[in-house]
């Protein structure tokens, strides 16, 4: 008798493992987007590859009722009011309630690169009215409505309607990006040439 012939002997009688979605064990936990957000925000720090453009050193303070109202030369009225009246299909949410000004910064950072690069042309981020924020209220949302006129893919930006969340989010309309830009470009080029 072989090795294998023993082996097989001694096994005796043995079922296959089913296989299934249950190959993770029940105490792992799922990793959210959030937490996928924060390690990249950690990894950027540490490895130095930060161009955070946005500044901390100094803020207009705004009162926690202010609107943020914004939107660079070459934005269309109506497309402006459009964003302004919340007609826009919202592509994604930041939540920044509860965070630092340090803890915002680097979030809305990456949070509106990573947008732009999917191109996600209008975000909703919640950043709350700051009527408890020290030693300033409505601190965050001042330096919410600074930062955003600080990234270059702003279009326009502009305080939401109640039903989404009113003086406490703003509405973020950013440039298309690169990828789609060109898209659009040789589409219309295709289209010229068929006349």
């Keep these: 008798m072989n090795e294998f012939s023993e082996f097989i002997t001694e096994m005796g009688d043995v079922k296959p493992i089913k296989q299934g979605n ?35 050193e100094s803020v207009t303070l705004l009162s926690p009722d202010d609107i943020l ?12 009011k459009n964003l302004r009246l919340g007609k826009y299909e919202i592509h994604t949410v930041l939540n920044l309630h509860g965070k630092s000004v340090k803890e915002a910064r680097h979030e809305l950072f990456i949070f509106t690169k990573d947008a732009h690069k999917q191109n996600l042309r209008c975000i909703l981020i919640q950043h709350g009215k700051g009527l408890q924020s020290q030693p300033h209220q409505a601190l965050l949302k001042s330096y919410i409505n600074q930062w955003l006129t600080q990234l270059p893919m702003t279009l326009a930006f502009h305080s939401a309607q109640p039903f989404h969340g009113g003086g406490s989010a703003t509405y973020l309309l950013m440039k298309k990006s690169d990828e789609s830009r060109l898209d659009n470009k040789e589409k219309h080029q295709k289209r010229g040439a068929n006349f």
């Excluded at 390690?39 to 720090?45: G, H, M, P, T, V």
């Excluded at 109202?69 to 402006?80: A, N, P």
């Design 22 to 56: 249950k190959n993770r064990p029940n105490n792992t936990p799922k990793i959210n987007e959030e937490t996928l957000l924060r390690r990249r925000i950690n990894a950027e720090l540490s490895s130095g590859t930060n161009q955070n453009p946005l500044t901390t």
């Design 69 to 80: 109202s914004y939107k660079k030369d070459g934005v269309q009225h109506g497309v402006f």
